[in-house]
């Protein structure tokens, strides 16, 4: 079973079954979470793109810079073991395209859409690896029959080892809502774009729906179309303290209930479990102008990039024999 299904699971069973309240922004979130996928961050929903930002004790990952930069996992992991000058040529590579304007700096908005283009590559990336993982017979689709076999080592949905596993049937039965309505050609089989869709929702609007209605259905015990404060905070509210409490109440008020009703519904209910990638964008942006800004002028010359280089790329000079890789060749894209 991979990581991402892993923490997938166990974060939908966190926001769902109420076995906890709800999951503290450490990031914003993760995705790109970035929910269920390799988590960037801690979201309080249940869809999380990416590795957490912060960690449990409030430290910098500094993984996500590198990953929200260089917009691979892979590309993250072979700069880790570069020495600084290799990374620092490849970083300058990488900033030429970087600047739109082609004026010798990265200015906020060309670092947020360069950021945004990593997030989508990420997402890209991981649901190709998924997909190649699952798909037994390299078709290049994955049928339900193999998703369950690499997911949750079972042979279908109603597998006797499956019967005592009542949360396990309740994720499956979610997973194959989900899956329905990835498969768009109605084939029984997901193809390399709809397992893109199946496995980051959150980064699909015609898929957001369904995670509406998964999460009314969940979290909504007393059936009337939204979600109060009790509600929210799930079965856990009665174990937490009163400093927590009005934390969470304080989240709910500003951050999620817009039209101040005292309940959210639609928009707001995504906006809770859904990350905003966008907001992700922000903060990154704010956190690498704040580290590399030497001048204070609201512009990133490629100079102080460069002289930064281990916050946006990282680099190691240890065992430079062993870790150097083949200078990859960007695409256009690139």
């Given at each position: 079973?991979?990581?991402?299904?892993?923490?997938?699971?166990?974060?939908?069973?966190?926001?769902?079954?109420?076995?906890?309240?709800?999951?503290?922004?450490?990031?914003?979130?993760?995705?790109?979470?970035?929910?269920?996928?390799?988590?960037?961050?801690?979201?309080?929903?249940?869809?999380?793109?990416?590795?957490?930002?912060?960690?449990?004790?409030?430290?910098?990952?500094?993984?996500?810079?590198h990953e929200a930069i260089?917009?691979?996992?892979?590309?993250?992991?072979?700069?880790?073991?570069?020495?600084?000058?290799?990374?620092?040529?490849?970083?300058?590579?990488?900033?030429?395209?970087?600047?739109?304007?082609?004026?010798?700096?990265?200015?906020?908005?060309?670092?947020?859409?360069?950021?945004?283009?990593?997030?989508?590559?990420?997402?890209?990336?991981?649901?190709?690896?998924?997909?190649?993982?699952?798909?037994?017979?390299?078709?290049?689709?994955?049928?339900?029959?193999?998703?369950?076999?690499?997911?949750?080592?079972?042979?279908?949905?109603?597998?006797?080892?499956?019967?005592?596993?009542?949360?396990?049937?309740?994720?499956?039965?979610?997973d194959k809502e989900m899956?329905?309505?990835?498969?768009?050609?109605?084939?029984?089989?997901?193809?390399?774009?709809?397992?893109?869709?199946?496995?980051?929702?959150?980064?699909?609007?015609?898929?957001?729906?369904?995670?509406?209605?998964?999460?009314?259905?969940?979290?909504?015990?007393?059936?009337?179309?939204?979600?109060?404060?009790?509600?929210?905070?799930?079965?856990?509210?009665?174990?937490?303290?009163?400093?927590?409490?009005?934390?969470?109440?304080?989240?709910?008020?500003?951050?999620?209930?817009?039209?101040?009703?005292?309940?959210?519904?639609?928009?707001?209910?995504?906006?809770?479990?859904?990350?905003?990638?966008?907001?992700?964008?922000?903060?990154?942006?704010?956190h690498l102008f704040a580290?590399?800004?030497?001048?204070?002028?609201?512009?990133?010359?490629?100079?102080?990039?460069?002289?930064?280089?281990?916050?946006?790329?990282?680099?190691?000079?240890?065992?430079?024999?062993?870790?150097?890789?083949?200078?990859?060749?960007?695409?256009?894209?690139?």
């Amino acid at each position: 079973m991979h990581t991402y299904i892993i923490v997938f699971s166990i974060l939908i069973n966190c926001i769902f079954f109420g076995n906890g309240a709800v999951m503290h922004k450490s990031f914003s979130h993760g995705h790109h979470e970035h929910n269920n996928l390799n988590q960037e961050r801690e979201s309080d929903g249940a869809y999380s793109p990416r590795e957490p930002h912060y960690n449990d004790e409030g430290h910098h990952n500094s993984e996500f810079d590198h990953e929200a930069i260089l917009g691979s996992t892979k590309e993250a992991e072979e700069y880790d073991h570069l020495p600084p000058e290799e990374a620092k040529r490849r970083l300058e590579i990488l900033l030429t395209k970087m600047d739109i304007s082609k004026d010798g700096f990265i200015d906020r908005n060309e670092l947020k859409a360069w950021i945004m283009r990593s997030f989508r590559m990420l997402s890209e990336e991981e649901a190709i690896e998924k997909l190649e993982d699952a798909d037994e017979d390299n078709d290049g689709k994955v049928s339900w029959s193999e998703y369950l076999s690499d997911t949750y080592g079972v042979n279908s949905d109603q597998d006797d080892s499956l019967r005592f596993h009542e949360e396990s049937l309740h994720l499956i039965s979610e997973d194959k809502e989900m899956w329905q309505a990835a498969d768009k050609d109605h084939d029984g089989l997901l193809n390399e774009t709809e397992f893109q869709a199946f496995s980051n929702p959150e980064e699909h609007p015609d898929m957001l729906p369904i995670i509406l209605n998964q999460t009314l259905r969940n979290k909504d015990t007393d059936k009337d179309g939204a979600i109060s404060f009790q509600e929210f905070v799930g079965d856990k509210g009665a174990d937490l303290n009163k400093e927590a409490l009005v934390s969470e109440k304080h989240k709910f008020d500003v951050e999620y209930d817009k039209d101040k009703d005292g309940k959210l519904m639609g928009q707001e209910i995504l906006s809770w479990i859904v990350p905003s990638n966008e907001e992700i964008a922000d903060e990154e942006v704010i956190h690498l102008f704040a580290h590399s800004d030497d001048d204070h002028d609201d512009l990133l010359s490629f100079q102080e990039v460069l002289d930064h280089h281990e916050t946006f790329v990282g680099s190691e000079a240890t065992d430079y024999g062993d870790h150097l890789h083949n200078i990859h060749q960007f695409n256009d894209e690139l």
